[in-house]
């Protein structure tokens, strides 16, 4: 049992470039979030997906895509990454809507130079 | 607007009781949540409390909650080497149908041999 699986681990990207940050998980699980965690801030809620087709906003959306045609994968895109977007970024999935019960990744720390 | 506090740093000696303090804003909150980091990796829920208990012990670690005050405290008991790590309170609350979390800045752990 895989549980949430993030790749890649470890990214640099060019200013302007573009990405996309994989997570699955093979727990069945219809909740999906992501996360970006900074020096002193804590975790912020970036996008969550309450089933596949239904995504939302977090605290934290600007510059970053979801979408979630399966229940199993829920990719986040960078669209033109900038500098202010280093970061180690976190998916999580629950089993309920009680959203904090959740699975956490591995993390990818991604750093935009 | 939602707000979690905690101190960045706690440093005790093995063998001896930790308590980490947590305090939040929203008094709506129905779950409160301890989440445990260890270097390199995601979070790992270590346990949780229904907004309407003071207390929950489970094994080594006991949670209080004092509603009135918005205070969260997790203490464990006989600390080992092993606990060393970042804590997260994490508080949750109805938004819509899905319940939105907010972490706090997260409180690192040092264990003293």
């Known amino acids: 049992n895989a549980g949430v699986t993030q790749t890649p681990k470890f990214q640099v990207l060019k200013t302007g470039q573009s990405m996309t940050l994989q997570c699955a998980q093979d727990?069945?699980?219809?909740?999906m979030s992501w996360y970006r965690q900074d020096p002193g801030m804590g975790l912020r809620l970036i996008h969550y997906s309450v089933g596949a087709g239904i995504t939302d906003q977090g605290e934290v959306p600007n510059g970053y895509n979801v979408s979630r045609s399966t229940t199993e994968d829920f990719p986040l895109r960078l669209l033109s990454a900038a500098p202010s977007q280093t970061s180690v970024y976190f998916c999580a999935s629950s089993y309920s809507s009680r959203g904090a019960e959740a699975f956490f990744g591995q993390g990818t720390r991604l750093t935009v130079v | 607007g939602e707000d979690v506090e905690q101190s960045l740093f706690l440093s005790v000696r093995e063998g001896d009781s930790s308590v980490i303090n947590c305090t939040y804003t929203d008094s709506s909150s129905t779950y409160l949540y301890w989440y445990k980091q260890e270097p390199g990796a995601g979070l790992q829920l270590l346990t949780y409390i229904f907004s309407n208990m003071d207390m929950k012990q489970d094994q080594r670690l006991t949670v209080l909650l004092n509603k009135k005050d918005k205070h969260l405290s997790l203490r464990i008991a006989d600390t080992q080497t092993g606990d060393s790590a970042i804590y997260f309170c994490?508080?949750?609350?109805?938004?819509?149908?899905?319940?939105?979390?907010?972490f706090g800045t997260g409180t690192k752990l040092q264990v003293i041999p």
């Open positions: 994490a508080e949750s609350m109805d938004s819509g149908g899905y319940q939105k979390v907010t």
């Open positions: 727990m069945n699980h219809e909740y």
